[in-house]
Nanobody, 124 residues
Framework: EVQLVESGGGLVQAGGSLRLSCAASGFTFDDYAIGWFRQVPGKEREGVSCMRSSDGSTYYADSVKGRFTISSDNANNTVYLQMNSLKPEDTAVYYC?????????????????WGQGTQVTVSS
């Protein structure tokens, strides 16, 4: 059974940093794309960053390029999202998702396994 568990969310002031973790189980990391998505009430879920650890391919939304970094610890089946220079507009529930694939996708509709989400709140 595929399971994804996010952690690391919280309240931070603008300009601060947070690191989100996604602990994965039930599948082989190398065969999957792992993505971070976020959603605010009343808006569609959007792709933030995705990666395939087997080939190092990554995707970043324009809004987070240069501020967020996705990485993985394959030995522990964990994916991280390091978020620096946070802005109030980064406030959202952040979700980790996975898909068995040979490429990466930025659209949440392409992912079929999801975690429960973790709240990130950035105060101004």
């Amino acid at each position: 059974e595929v399971q994804l568990v996010e952690s690391g969310g919280g309240l931070v002031q603008a300009g601060g940093s947070l690191r989100l973790s996604c602990a994965a189980s039930g599948f082989t990391f190398d065969d999957y794309a792992i993505g971070w998505f976020r959603q605010v009430p009343g808006k569609e879920r959007e792709g933030v960053s995705c990666m395939r650890s087997s080939d190092g391919s990554t995707y970043y939304a324009d809004s987070v390029k240069g501020r967020f970094t996705i990485s993985s610890d394959n030995a522990n089946n964990t994916v991280y999202l390091q978020m620096n220079s946070l802005k109030p507009e980064d406030t959202a529930v952040y979700y980790c998702a996975a898909r068995f694939t040979s490429t990466i996708y930025s659209s949440p509709s392409q992912y079929n396994y999801w975690g429960q989400g973790t709240q990130v709140t950035v105060s101004s």
